[in-house]
């Protein structure tokens, strides 16, 4: 299962956020073994409208979403990376987790203690990557002698040396690697140093709630940021995501056309977290249920059929499938079936964004 890491500084909101994603996540287990799995471990299911649609042609009990997990990672702070705060125990942490959300506090109050003292992301953000470029820094550090000595025989340990010394000067600078142009091989060559900064980031914004339909300055300051390293920007507000938890769901959406928003932030901060990894949704559907599956884009269908089961893939034979959309226009799947429009696919097949597929097996 997919990984989402929240950082950001201490008093930020981190907590509200995640808080809210598992509260959310329970409020919707009616149907599905939602879990926390650790205190700060919680599994939230990836809203897709398409579900529905489905689950309504297959007249399905149950709908079954996918999934991601987020983990609300404590403790970093200025000086995280030489062991201040949580320190090592922070970054152990984050080390296992696939994605990054960056929460950076755009929302003033008094009451609320920044631990520099005033609202400015722009510093914010670069006193967590600073961190962050710190500890790889250090991980590299521990991996270069080795390796210095492999390359006086070694071909491959040359050409991570390399590597390693183009990391020494750029991450001394404070620059993150998903930024220093690598190649995917060079990124292959480096992939066991779990490096953080190498991971694929969103900041989420957390404004308040008079800023959710609007934005304000801070958040077009991050959303700069953002541009230079391509990464994402999502605007929520925590404390309204709290406050929506709190209210009988009959009252929720007068609460939001009241600040002039469909949603508080949350269902688009976990979308953008599962798109931003490339990962790709395919579809089972019928009377028992309606299914969400991920895959990696360029999967083929056996492995796909893997990731509901190993049997699947080993002893896969053929997929029936067909185009999300062939299939609401037709409204059936046997009117689907009479256009032509359900194929029998082999071992080849590269499964598409949005397939419905039924597999067939030897067990
Ligand atoms: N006004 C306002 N307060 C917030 C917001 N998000 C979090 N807070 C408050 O800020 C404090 C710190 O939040 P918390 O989630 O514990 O921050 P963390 O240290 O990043 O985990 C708490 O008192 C929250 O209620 C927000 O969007 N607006
Ligand atoms: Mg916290």
């Given at each position: 299962?997919?990984?989402?890491g929240i950082?950001?500084?201490?008093n930020?909101?981190?907590?509200t956020?995640?808080?809210?994603?598992?509260?959310?996540?329970?409020?919707?287990a009616?149907?599905?073994?939602?879990?926390t799995?650790e205190?700060?471990?919680?599994?939230?299911?990836?809203?897709?409208?398409r579900?529905d649609?489905l689950?309504?042609?297959?007249s399905s009990?149950?709908?079954?979403?996918?999934?991601?997990?987020?983990?609300d990672?404590?403790?970093?702070?200025?000086?995280?990376?030489?062991?201040?705060?949580?320190?090592?125990?922070f970054?152990?942490n984050?080390?296992e987790?696939?994605?990054?959300?960056?929460?950076?506090r755009?929302?003033?109050n008094?009451?609320?203690i920044h631990?520099?003292?005033?609202?400015?992301?722009?510093r914010?953000i670069e006193v967590?990557?600073?961190?962050l470029?710190?500890?790889?820094l250090?991980?590299v550090?521990?991996?270069?002698?080795?390796?210095r000595?492999?390359a006086?025989s070694?071909?491959e340990a040359q050409?991570e040396l390399?590597?390693?010394?183009?990391?020494?000067?750029?991450l001394?600078?404070g620059?993150p690697?998903?930024?220093?142009?690598?190649?995917e091989?060079?990124?292959?060559?480096?992939?066991?140093l779990?490096?953080?900064?190498?991971?694929?980031?969103?900041y989420?914004?957390?404004v308040?709630?008079?800023d959710?339909?609007?934005?304000n300055q801070?958040v077009?300051?991050?959303?700069?940021?953002?541009a230079?390293e391509?990464a994402?920007?999502?605007?929520?507000?925590?404390?309204?995501?709290?406050?929506?938890?709190?209210?009988?769901?009959?009252?929720?959406?007068?609460?939001?056309e009241?600040?002039?928003v469909?949603e508080?932030?949350l269902?688009?901060?976990?979308?953008?977290?599962?798109?931003l990894?490339?990962l790709r949704t395919?579809?089972?559907?019928?009377p028992?249920e309606?299914?969400?599956?991920?895959?990696q884009?360029?999967m083929?269908?056996?492995?796909?059929?893997?990731?509901?089961?190993?049997?699947f893939?080993?002893?896969?034979?053929?997929?029936e499938?067909?185009?999300y959309k062939?299939?609401?226009?037709t409204?059936?799947?046997?009117?689907?079936?009479?256009?032509?429009?359900v194929r029998?696919?082999g071992?080849?097949?590269v499964?598409?964004?949005?397939?419905?597929m039924?597999?067939r097996?030897?067990?």
């Amino acid at each position: 299962m997919l990984r989402a890491g929240i950082v950001g500084l201490p008093n930020v909101g981190k907590s509200t956020l995640f808080n809210a994603l598992v509260a959310n996540a329970k409020a919707d287990a009616a149907n599905f073994p939602f879990c926390t799995i650790e205190p700060n471990v919680g599994v939230v299911a990836v809203p897709d409208e398409r579900l529905d649609v489905l689950a309504k042609i297959s007249s399905s009990d149950q709908i079954v979403p996918t999934r991601v997990e987020f983990v609300d990672i404590a403790g970093l702070v200025k000086g995280a990376s030489k062991g201040e705060g949580l320190g090592n125990q922070f970054l152990a942490n984050i080390r296992e987790v696939d994605a990054i959300v960056h929460v950076v506090r755009c929302f003033e109050n008094e009451d609320i203690i920044h631990v520099s003292g005033s609202i400015d992301p722009v510093r914010d953000i670069e006193v967590i990557n600073l961190e962050l470029a710190l500890a790889d820094l250090a991980q590299v550090d521990r991996r270069i002698d080795r390796v210095r000595k492999q390359a006086r025989s070694s071909k491959e340990a040359q050409v991570e040396l390399e590597i390693l010394e183009k990391l020494i000067v750029d991450l001394n600078e404070g620059k993150p690697v998903r930024q220093m142009g690598f190649t995917e091989e060079e990124m292959n060559a480096i992939a066991t140093l779990g490096l953080l900064t190498s991971k694929p980031i969103i900041y989420a914004t957390n404004v308040s709630e008079d800023d959710l339909a609007t934005g304000n300055q801070w958040v077009e300051q991050v959303k700069q940021i953002a541009a230079q390293e391509n990464a994402q920007v999502v605007v929520v507000s925590a404390q309204v995501e709290a406050e929506l938890i709190e209210l009988p769901q009959a009252e929720r959406g007068e609460f939001l056309e009241s600040l002039g928003v469909e949603e508080g932030g949350l269902k688009s901060l976990i979308r953008a977290t599962y798109e931003l990894l490339g990962l790709r949704t395919y579809f089972t559907t019928g009377p028992k249920e309606t299914r969400a599956w991920t895959i990696q884009s360029g999967m083929v269908a056996p492995q796909a059929a893997g990731v509901i089961h190993t049997d699947f893939e080993r002893g896969f034979i053929r997929a029936e499938t067909v185009a999300y959309k062939d299939l609401v226009a037709t409204g059936a799947m046997n009117a689907a079936k009479e256009k032509g429009l359900v194929r029998s696919e082999g071992k080849e097949y590269v499964v598409q964004e949005g397939d419905v597929m039924l597999f067939r097996f030897n067990v």
